[in-house]
């Protein structure tokens, strides 16, 4: 019914910045919640950034101030600015978005390199 895909992911030295993007297409309800999460190397999967469809933001303690969270309602797409990246927020970032069903992306890759 709903699929994202998300974009944006590479490698970047540390302090440096990447913009990731999820594109969502399908049955999308005006109180779906979109978010991103990621998981590292080993660890489990953990939430990063949350938007709801009028701009009320959430983020991780580990990323506020760093981290911008926004969408595009018009182009149905999801963004997350990432600046002054540090080798521990390497992982692989997913898409999400929430309401009453639960739909995920496949994922994009981060690499900050020390």
């Known amino acids: 019914q709903v699929h994202l895909v998300e974009s944006g992911g590479g490698l970047v030295q540390a302090g440096g910045s990447l913009r990731l993007s999820c594109a969502a297409s399908?049955?999308?309800?005006?109180?779906?919640?979109a978010g991103w999460y990621r998981q590292g190397p080993g660890k489990q999967r953990e939430f990063v950034a949350a938007?709801?469809?009028?701009?009320?933001?959430n983020y991780a303690d580990f990323v506020k101030g760093r981290f911008t969270i926004s969408r595009d309602n018009a182009k149905n797409t999801v963004y997350l600015q990432m600046n002054s990246l540090k080798p521990e927020d390497t992982g692989v970032y997913y898409c999400?978005?929430?309401?009453?069903?639960?739909?995920w992306g496949q994922g994009t890759q981060v690499t900050v390199s020390s």
């Open positions: 399908g049955s999308i309800d005006s109180n779906d919640v």
């Open positions: 938007i709801t469809s009028d701009g009320t933001t």
């Open positions: 999400r978005l929430w309401f009453q069903f639960d739909y």
